[in-house]
């Protein structure tokens, strides 16, 4: 039985032990009182006796029992007042609230998490299967080797879901997620909502029952992700084709495979997703995870000849942070996380350029309470991180990204969890691939734990999980996560190497390009810096300081302080004003260095401040 389950049971106890409690009383008063209504409550205040001082005399005072149910009433009718009101507001997106007294409190865990189709959630579950394969994963991790031979055949007949669930039982595995909407923007379940009812995306449904699916991984105390596929949506491009993106020269736009795309600026697509988003929350997801939150890849080819009818003048990356604050803002009744699905790309790159796809780190995390960039090692290309073939380095890949990943979230000071997409696939396609087993993704996994990210998702497209794959290695056991970087942050930087990187940047920048001006940003501490990149690039042009030279002599903490340090330096800093050049200039002055959500900043003070 699931907690929202017995929290219902009792809501409709506690009000049938009202009810015989109001009854009771009266009848003890004289059978039914014209005072009173059906329930007991008080109606008529001319009614109650009073003594000397107007109180209400003892017989006739409402008990707690009473009163309670006089609130719980008052509640009951607000609530179907309010929900009257959504209705007529909210139309065909109309989702009904959480039902009263089975709210429970928002889930949060550092998940670990598998990927499952609609198909592979709608397996039967035999929970003797389910126990019987998690014991073959227990002999695997102890090294049973005659428990393994005893099990193995029996083991690796049951079923995907099983399997999933064993390995859940037995591993650190702790969540799972589930296709809602898929690829194609078909539901892996059968709505209620009248809007996509009308787009007819039930056509295809797998998942037959939707709550016992979710009681089930309750059961197991696994968190459930609802993956919804946002704006790669085939299915509403093509029955509400006004909602796709459009063609200047009139018609729907198709990317280089065929396929349509809705338009991520438009407000009834946005309310497409986000009502389906509070059905999945309302059948018990503890967590909604938006896929594809962007625009189409390959933008230089169709930007020239597409229009985006809601885009008022916005940025690509704008809109969809804009998408994801609504849809938070729209979720907060229901009582899940929000997560989206990045580009492994967007840790590196910076203000959506050069892919223009709408995802800027900043942004969307400013809004999300995870973010989960898509770091699979062979979608990165011949060079990156340094690598001829990154498929080939998942230790690598993984490290570089999740570093930038860190060093992105320390600018935000509300951050979201950063819960990266490992591979768990062979991609046979990329030149110099390799094949991925149980190595590779705990490669993967141990890149993340060295840099305090404990959270992580597998993909592997056809949900065949390896358990050994989630089993730790001699050598993990025996290794303190995160790893102690002495006086080094996430970034494998101490005081003076932040400094020295701030300050080439500082003096090296390029007024028509942005690059050095965010490794400023991102050095500089949040409450030294307006919040907003472009008002801090304004902020940099127009104090006039240029460094034309500086000097490094070495740092110490401050006060024994270890998020806290004195670097001691040599600057000069030429000043343009209205009285001409003037220079600035100090040796051995004392900059502090700030270690701001575990990475360096540095606190620049010169003498005419």
Known sequence: MTKKFKLLILVLIVILMLTSCNSAANNDLGGNNDSTTSQGAIT??????????????????????????????KKLAERQQLEEQRKQEQGDFYVPLISLGSEEDKKTLEAKGLYL???????SVNKENVEIYSEYVKALQSNDTAKINELKSKANSFNKFER??????STEINAVVINVKNDDGIMTYASNVEAVKNAEANARVSIKDVKALIELLDEYDIYTIARIVTFKDRNLAYKKSEHSIQLKSGGVWHDYSGTPWVNPFDKYVWDYNVAIAKEAALNGFDEIQFDYVRFPDNAKAYN??????????????????????????????????IAADVFGLVTHNWDDSPEDIGQTWRLIGKHSDVMCPMIYPSHYGTGWYNFKYPDAHPYGVMSAAVQESVERNASLEDSPEIRPWIQDFTAKWVDGYIVYGPKQVRDQIVACKELDVNGYLVWNPSNDYNPKNFIQTEEEKNTTYPLDREDKDYMDR???????????????????????????????PINDRPEDFDEFVTMVKENNYKLSSY???????????????????YYKYEVVNENGN????????????????????????????
Request: net charge negative; no cysteine; glycine share 6%.
């Open 44 to 73: 008529n205040e001319s009614d109650i006796t009073t003594g000397k001082e107007g109180d209400i005399s003892p017989e006739n005072e409402l008990t707690e029992e009473e009163k309670a149910q006089i609130e719980l009433e």
């Open 117 to 123: 189709t609609g198909y592979t959630a709608s397996l």
């Open 164 to 169: 999933i669930i064993g390995i859940a039982l």
């Open 304 to 337: 020239p000849i597409t229009n985006f009818p809601g885009r008022d003048g916005r940025d690509k990356d704008e809109g969809i942070a804009d998408f994801v604050e609504y849809a938070k803002q729209e979720l907060k009744p229901y009582n899940v996380r």
């Open 494 to 524: 101490t005081p003076v190497e932040a400094l020295e990187k701030y300050l080439y940047a500082e003096k090296n920048y390029d007024p028509t390009k942005k690059f050095k001006y965010k490794i400023m940003y991102l050095l500089t």
């Open 551 to 569: 000097q490094i002599y070495g740092w110490e903490y401050n006060d024994n302080n270890s998020s806290t340090a004195l670097i001691d330096l």
């Open 582 to 609: 003037e220079i600035i200039e100090k040796d051995h002055a004392k900059w502090e260095a700030i270690l701001e959500n575990n990475v360096w900043k540095i606190r620049k003070v010169l003498d005419s401040e």
